[in-house]
């Protein structure tokens, strides 16, 4: 049975080939080329099929699945079509033109219509149109039609074709909402009489109680979740705003620095680190929950080249976060110097150093404070001689890049720099009373300066506003003056935009969160207080405000009273045990380490926390075991004790005999003269 293969369209049957008639033709031919219908090489000279019969398996061809596969007429001869692109283009233009001509004359007679049509002005009361205007807006497309519908059909007895009857402006055609309209142009000049003044949450505020001293330090977290605040009483708070009740009590209380003044707090870009710069020369690193990380390192105080120091040797006065390496934060502190540290060091070393000098004495001068810019390729510091020092944080930190030397009052301490939202203006604010705005474009003088801002704290900061639209920062109360104030100005043309008092208490710290867009406060009355409003912010104070307060957990005692009958028979006695009330109970409980289920204090040395300890493990056992040890001959007469080494120095000599052994192999001794004097006697050999 001969098979045939088919492939589609395309049908071979191998089995009608003659190939052994070509092999005996070859054979017959001796290979010549010329003979032959094949003619090719004489190798094989009949591919053709002579036999006219129809293969036994024929591809059969289905029209309709021809039409489903997509391949119906391939091959067919058909050309590619060909496009004028030119024409198209043409053609295209000429049609949206004539759309847009139509379109124009559509809108000029509905214009027309709604001048020549009648309108009569309706007296309708504010409510009335405001749930009219709800009513429009929240109606689908069809239920209008009807609704105008239904209205034209109402009105059209009185409204008929006569003009002479109607009074007043003629009314819109039927393509407008009278209603719609007039709520849109109101929402519309709402949004337009928004000034700068209305976006300022300030409608609402909330008091978190520090303590009674003056708040130096102020931070929020990235997302906005946790604030920590510092003061002067040299204590750490921190509050979260999604886990207090409207007690508003902070969750946590440390002294990181012990008796030092808490100059400088920061959240980490990430959130999950705090940097604390205190009055100590070693800056502190804790994570989230106020638990310390690792503390830097203090350098020598005799070494006077502070690049050789590990770490700063006078009080930190600043420190900020990198903004884009999440791992390196920036220190300054009075030894006239600028430290990088990276956290992966644990503050064992400074990865630089950046010496502060004055440009034309060429002396020391101590930075008062230190920040990034946004995109974190300078660092700048302002110093106690009224200089701005900007470095490239690509490069060496030894060059200046951006200097200006009197750019505050030299001998007063620059108290805040920071970076505008669009990274290249800055703002200065001062103990001289001033605060000034610097381009870093152009950097040889202020843009922008205003004065009269009273500061008695080294600390008093200023910041911008999450629109970069306004500058904000504090003055302190002077002499004579009742309360802080908290004052705005416009960052294009320091204007006073808007001023804040804050009631008997200097304003140091101020904050405006970007997400929360929410403000706080910093105070020298140990309150920090936040500012919001109900409508433009988010989270923050409004979680804690929605929540009911928390009932102090009530205690229970037992009122009956106990009868008390010594002699009774057992049978009728009551138990011994004396009633405890649940107060007593729970307090007794919660030193139980298995009710109270207290983790298991870390595992120490042996011989600490109630574990046995093994002999010779401690200090003390081991010096016990020494003594015991050496003086286990007490008990023998000295004498003695020297004597039983007589016999084994003469034959093994070790400290005397071995250096005269080449010079004096036979001892000499010293000759006894008899005119010599006896030997003094003891007291008691003389007097008996």
Known sequence: MKRGIGFGKIGMNLGNLKLKDSEKAEDSGGGGSSGGDGGGFGKINNLVNTNKEEPEFRVERNEEMEKIMGFKGFGSGKKAQQFDVEAMFASAAKAAQEKNILNNQKLEDEGRKELDSDYIVPVVSKEKKNAENVKSKTLPEPDKVKQK????????????????????????GSGANPAVDVGEESEDEEEKEETMVDKIPRSHEIKLVHGTKAITALSLDPSGARVISGGVDYDLKLWDFAGMDPSLRSFRKIRPCESHVLNHLEYSTTG?????VSGNCQPKVLDRDGGEIFECVKGDQYVLDQSRNKGHTASGNSGAW???????????????????????????????????????????????????????????????????????????FINVALQMQNAHENGQEI???????????????????????????????????????????????????????MILTGTSMNKGDTSGKLIFFDKETFSKAFEME???????????????????????????????????????????????????????????????????????KEGNERQKSTYRQLVKDRKDPLKSRNPDPPQLIKGTGGKTAQGGSTLHSFMAKQIAVKNKDDHIDPRERILRHAKDSEENPYWIAPAYKKNQPVPIFRDVDEDEPPEKMTKKETFG
């Not at 999950?272 to 604390?276: E, F, G, W």
């Not at 920090?528 to 205690?555: H, I, N």
């Open 149 to 172: 519908e239904s209205d034209d059909d109402s009105d059209s007895d009185e409204d008929s074709d006569s003009d002479d009857d109607t009074i007043g402006p003629k009314p819109p």
């Open 272 to 276: 999950d680190r705090i940097l604390v």
């Open 322 to 396: 990198h903004p884009k390496i999440k791992d390196e934060f920036l220190t300054c502190a009075n030894d006239a110097t600028m430290r990088l540290w990276m956290v992966e060091d644990n503050g064992r070393k400074t990865k630089q150093v950046i010496k502060c000098k004055n440009a034309k004495t060429g002396l020391r001068t101590n930075p008062t404070s230190c920040t990034y810019s946004r995109d974190g390729l300078l660092v700048c510091g302002v110093c106690l001689d009224g200089s701005i020092k900007m470095w490239d944080h690509r490069k060496n």
């Open 415 to 469: 108290t805040c720099v920071q970076f505008g939202y669009d990274n290249r203006l800055v703002a200065t604010r001062s103990n001289d009373e001033t605060l000034k705005l610097w381009d870093v474009r152009m950097f040889k003088k202020y843009i922008n300066s205003v004065g009269g801002l009273f500061s008695r704290f080294a600390q008093t900061e200023c910041c911008f506003s999450p629109d970069d639209k």
């Open 502 to 572: 804050v009631e008997n208490s200097h304003v140091i710290k101020a904050a405006w969160h970007p997400k929360l867009n929410q403000m706080l406060v910093g105070s020298g009355d140990g309150v920090v207080r936040v500012f919001y409003d109900p409508d433009r912010s988010f989270r923050g104070a409004k979680l804690c405000m929605v929540k009911k307060r928390t009932e102090a957990k009530q205690v229970n005692y037992i009122a009956t009273q106990r009868i008390i009958t010594p002699y009774a028979l057992p049978l009728f």
